[in-house]
């Protein structure tokens, strides 16, 4: 990657600055700020061109301020004895982000990651991005992500443009680009081939986040559906999807102490768009012309529904207490809020207290699939979630958390019934005390894991439990010297089989130099015990040393494993890993 900055110069009073970033790959990007800030994206043609434009005045250069940090580090691997290494044996990153504040409130924030890996990913490595915030407008270039509303826009990460814009109680604003790379298949791998994806969204409303509101959204999005894709063959190759949602999201303050807040939304997904079409008749219903444009109903479409609702009761300072539902029906699907997990029905209650001593929350709730019956059966799963933190004395708190899950699901035949159990429960209690001027901190933790099957078939095989105790003391020492040691034992035991994992760690940190020298070692061994022994060795070294106060650093850490088998693997009786890493960094 090739980073190159245009000085700057002053024309007619105003001021502009231009940036120019290029991958490894000849895609490059021309940022400029001034009276028009615009940039674009140039690549093959497989790479869709991407051209955004920023708004940006700067009226002097007294008042332009620019903070940031950036990072160079080389990284340097080798191991012994396993089948493949898990990381490169030479890796070169850079990461940076920068945010320049103009004269009259504009701020500009820039972002890139490169790394000498970036090949094979639906998103690169190598990206830049730039999202510029001038008083109640903000733009997105390049790289960005965005979140409209639960159920549409979420967690796509997109390469392209966007635009938010909330002057007072209005709310406008608009995301397109690229969600999805095209992926070349390969064969020694298994890995199959992704299709491009492009996706555009708007939004309309009044209200702000906090208060009242009633937000509108509208997303499409498509694979490119330009037949096979490179390296894999026909018959594998995944079918081009095509997808429509709409939503509608609204809050309602109720006074001062109630609040409802919730979004339903509707959905077309058609999961092969060389499907035939279907017409009116067949649907029969009419389906407007914007509609059709948009999204075309075809053999493979499915329509369905969503909604999440929660009313929020804040009676006092110190307490609340939150009744949430979802509905995500089997056939709701947006492509930008690819996590959603479909064919759901829940509802919990989750109240919470807090004082300055006392810290309880509580979940507590049922979920069900097969929400349209057309399962062959019901998995329903009973939730109960309590935490509590009680700070006893200011030398001592004691924190606590037990879980329950049961899952059902009823069958006519009992060896094809679900019905489980997991439980969970901890305790740690905290202790600190002091020594003349020496800081103890003692801390234990018991943990224990519980999952019962009760299938007349798995059961047996199925059930499992654990149980785990770790002791932490660590001592603060007044010149800079800081000392951990930590012991832990694990059992457990699966289908009349028993595993125990024992481990003990030692750690130190040290500063000199007026804290400006950072040096730190540990060391961990681990025994595992199953029908065999294995052990384990685990060293790290790092140190940091600050050139000046605020600015520059250099960074160093190696890491060594060696791992031993009780019994021979394969032709391996072990393996040893190495990983060494060099750095700088600035921050200004």
């Avoid at 040290?510 to 060795?537: E, K």
Wanted: aromatic residues 8%; without cysteine; glycine residues 10%.
């Amino acid at each position: 990657m090739r980073l190159a900055w245009v000085p700057i110069m002053r024309i007619h009073r105003r001021w502009a600055v231009q940036t120019v970033l290029q991958d490894s790959g000849g895609h490059a990007a021309a940022l400029g700020s001034g009276r028009i800030l615009s940039a674009t994206f140039l690549g093959p043609p497989r790479l869709l061109s991407t051209v955004f434009l920023l708004g940006a005045i700067a009226h002097n250069a007294e008042s332009q301020r620019v903070t940031g940090s950036a990072s160079l580090s080389a990284e340097f691997y080798q191991q012994t004895g396993l089948p493949e290494a898990r990381r490169p044996a030479q890796l070169l990153l850079a990461v940076g982000s920068m945010n320049f504040t103009l004269a009259n409130g504009v701020t500009l924030p820039l972002s890139f990651y490169a790394s000498t890996e970036g090949a094979g990913y639906q998103q690169p490595f190598n990206q830049f991005g730039a999202s510029p915030t001038w008083g109640w407008a903000t733009a997105h270039g390049g790289y960005f992500s965005t979140e409209l509303s639960e159920l549409t826009l979420q967690s796509a990460r997109l390469l392209g443009g966007g635009l938010e814009l909330q002057p007072g109680a209005f709310r406008a604003a608009m995301a397109s680009g690229i969600s999805q790379q095209t992926v070349r298949a390969d064969s020694a791998t298994g890995r199959l081939g992704v299709r491009q994806q492009s996706l555009s969204a708007f939004q309309i409303g009044l209200g702000r986040p906090g208060g009242a509101l009633v937000w509108f959204t509208m997303l499409q999005a498509e694979d490119d559906n330009a037949g096979a894709i490179p390296g894999l063959p026909p018959t594998l190759t995944p079918t081009p999807q095509q997808n429509l949602v709409g939503s509608v999201r609204f809050a309602l303050p109720i006074r001062d102490k109630v609040a409802l807040e919730g979004e339903v939304a509707a959905s077309g997904y058609s999961e092969d768009t060389n499907a035939d079409e279907l017409s009116d008749e067949d649907l029969g219903i009419t389906v407007p012309t914007f509609v059709r444009s948009m999204m075309t109903p075809r053999s493979s479409s499915k329509f369905d529904g969503a909604g999440v609702a929660s009313l929020r009761v804040t009676p006092s300072d110190q307490f609340n207490v939150a009744l949430s539902g979802r509905y995500v029906g089997p056939g709701y699907r947006s492509l930008g809020a690819p996590q959603l997990e479909v064919d759901v029905r829940d509802i919990t209650i989750n109240p919470r207290l807090q004082t300055s001593r006392l810290a309880l929350s509580a979940s507590v709730g049922r979920r069900q699939n097969n929400v349209a019956g057309t399962r062959e059966s019901t998995t329903s799963r009973a939730i109960l979630d309590l935490s509590a933190l009680v700070q006893a004395t200011d030398q001592f708190s004691v924190s606590t958390q037990f879980t329950n899950y049961g899952m059902r699901a009823p069958s006519a035949n009992d060896t094809l019934a679900i019905d489980n159990i997991s439980r969970m429960a901890s305790v740690t209690p905290l202790f600190q005390f002091q020594t003349g001027t020496w800081t103890h901190n003692l801390q234990v933790s018991l943990s224990l894991q519980d999952y019962t099957d009760r299938n007349i078939l798995t059961g047996s095989l199925a059930d499992n439990r654990t149980t785990g105790v770790a002791g932490t003391h660590t001592l603060i020492l007044g010149n800079g010297l800081t000392l951990s040691t930590t012991a832990s034992d694990i059992r457990g035991e699966t289908g009349g089989e028993s595993t125990v994992i024992q481990a003990l760690s030692e750690a130190l940190s040290m500063q000199f130099l007026r804290r400006r020298l950072g040096i730190s070692a540990s060391g961990t061994y681990t025994r595992t015990v199953t029908s065999q022994l294995d052990t384990g060795i685990n060293g790290q070294l790092r140190a940091s040393y600050r050139i000046d106060p605020r600015h520059h650093q250099l960074q160093f850490s190696t890491n060594y494993r060696r791992y031993d088998f009780g019994q021979p693997r394969g032709t391996s009786n072990g393996y040893t890993e190495m990983q060494t890493r060099l750095g700088y960094s600035l921050s200004f």
